[in-house]
Antibody, heavy 121, light 108 residues
Framework: QVQLVQSGAEVKKPGSSVKVSCRAS????????IDWVRQAPGQGFEWMGK????????DYAQKFQGRVTITADKSASTVFMELSSLRSEDAAMYYC??????????????WGQGTMVIVSS | EIVLTQSPATLSLSPGERATLSCRAS??????LAWYQQKPGQAPRLLIY???NRATGIPARFSGSGSGTDFTLTISSLEPEDFAVYFC??????????FGGGTKVEIK
């Protein structure tokens, strides 16, 4: 089964951008639905957007429109999430996760290990 | 945006006791609801999808029920490894999705 391997922790200054990668180990992401969600310390999860690498047209949460870019490198089986104009409230653990269609809807059955993003001047 | 409200925020129970967790949606999500378990420092693990279907490898002591706006996750008899935080999640209006705020099940 495919595993999702994310890039390492990042420390960024306010106003800068961060780009986090999510690589498939043991397979390809071509027909997977890959979502990005984040979790601030001690908080719940917030959906940021999703992409299907074989289609490559992303969808974004309204809250992040204009600030987030999700792309896919099909040949490398890697998905990227870039968040710009970082502010302190963007400090969080960022996860990529695979949404599998099961039954009538589906769920996230494969998660990356998470990438901590710290925003500090 | 569909808001998911979980209750209680914290549940203090002893091993062997029954845990009942609630997730209420601000509007109907049909049965398009999933439950996850998260332990400190780990990514979430899928427990239940489509409100009542156990994911592969999930013990039978975990069960889900509900439809529309009211959902329940039940752990019939708590094992030591079940003390964790539980989240519900819906994706009824594709592609958007939301999560509940979580319920922490702690040892009493």
């Amino acid at each position: 089964q495919v595993q999702l391997v994310q890039s390492g922790a990042e420390v960024k200054k306010p106003g800068s951008s961060v780009k986090v990668s999510c690589r498939a180990s043991g397979g390809t992401l071509s027909n997977y639905i890959i979502d990005w969600v984040r979790q601030a310390p001690g908080q719940g999860f917030e959906w940021m957007g999703k992409i299907i690498p074989s289609v490559a047209t992303p969808d974004y949460a309204q809250k992040f429109q204009g600030r987030v870019t999700i792309t896919a490198d099909k040949s490398a089986s890697t998905v990227f999430m870039e968040l710009s104009s970082l502010r302190s409230e963007d400090a969080a653990m960022y996860y990529c996760a695979s949404f599998i269609v099961m039954g009538e809807n589906g769920a996230f059955d494969i998660w990356g290990q998470g990438t901590m993003v710290i925003v500090s001047s | 945006e569909i808001v998911l409200t979980q209750s209680p925020a914290t549940l203090s129970l002893s091993p062997g006791e029954r845990a009942t967790l609630s997730c209420r949606a601000s509007q109907s999500v049909s049965t398009y609801l999933a439950w996850y378990q998260q332990k400190p420092g780990q990514a979430p693990r899928l427990l239940i999808y489509d409100a009542s279907n156990r994911a592969t490898g999930i013990p039978a002591r975990f069960s889900g029920s509900g439809s529309g706006t009211d959902f329940t996750l039940t752990i019939s008899s708590l094992e030591p490894e079940d003390f964790a935080v539980y989240f519900c999640q819906q994706r009824s209006k594709w592609p958007e999705l939301t999560f509940g705020g979580g319920t922490k099940v702690e040892i009493k």
